[in-house]
């Protein structure tokens, strides 16, 4: 399985909801990373979990909040969002950091609208 | 911090011709550098990649060149296609290995 699954691939949330996006994968990779990526623009790195520890928080607003039960799953909790967080919400894995990067894979991505 | 420029923003060309797109990165300790081709809608999905101990890797009609002193690398696509268009997406490793940051992305057109 060479495959980042996300589910849901589409998500539409008001600013008082509670929902979470979910990622799984079962390549054995040991680093796991969000991103979050607006029309026209790069995907901008969110969170990078190394051997399901939270590793890096790029300032991200506490409204989103990451999880890491195990070693192929990561989450993302989302509570009271804005409009402007509306986005593509991509997962990545890749092997385990610290060693020779390489075989990042993307999900297919959550699109979140929050009304 | 980190950063990674990516030019030009964007590129049409004819059918048949080369695209080049070049990117420069300011971390040093990178050591890793992915291409990704993003269409419409769908998730970037890696093209190439390179790393700091090789100066050029080419597979068919994609090449990528790196320059580990001027901290620049570039993607060359050769004898385009229509179906070659789409975003295409810089990235170098940083943050000690533990994360990719972006350049900006370059729109390539090609027309037939």
Same mark, same amino acid.
């Given at each position: 399985d060479t495959e980042v699954t996300q589910t849901p691939k589409h998500l539409v949330m008001g600013m008082t909801n509670k929902k979470s996006l979910k990622c799984e994968q079962h390549m054995g990779h040991r680093a796991m #990373?969000? #991103?979050?990526?607006?029309?026209?623009? $790069? $995907?901008?790195?969110? %969170?990078? #979990?190394? #051997?399901?520890?939270? @590793?890096?928080?790029? @300032?991200?607003?506490?409204? %989103? @909040?990451?999880?890491? $039960?195990?070693?192929?799953l990561l989450n993302l909790h989302l509570h009271a969002l804005q409009p402007e967080d509306s986005a593509l919400y991509l997962c990545a894995s890749s092997p385990p950091t610290g060693t020779r990067m390489g075989g990042y894979t993307f999900g297919s991505g959550t699109r979140l609208t929050v009304v | 911090g980190e950063n990674v420029e990516q030019h030009p923003s964007t590129l049409s060309v004819q059918e048949g011709d080369s695209a080049v797109i070049k990117c420069t990165y300011s971390d040093s300790a990178s050591n890793y550098f992915p291409w990704y081709k993003q269409e419409l809608g769908k998730r970037p999905q890696l093209i190439i990649d390179i790393r700091s101990n090789v100066g050029e890797k080419k597979d068919q009609r994609i090449a990528v060149t790196l320059n580990k002193t001027a901290k620049h690398f570039s993607l060359h696509i050769t004898e385009t296609q229509p179906e070659d268009s789409a975003v295409y997406f810089c990235a170098a490793s940083t943050k000690a290995g533990t994360a990719l940051i972006f350049g900006k992305g370059t729109t390539l057109s090609v027309s037939s």
């Open positions: #990373y969000w #991103y979050k990526q607006k029309a026209k623009k $790069p $995907p901008e790195l969110m %969170f990078v #979990y190394s #051997y399901e520890k939270l @590793s890096i928080n790029e @300032s991200v607003p506490s409204r %989103f @909040s990451p999880e890491c $039960p195990n070693s192929s | -």
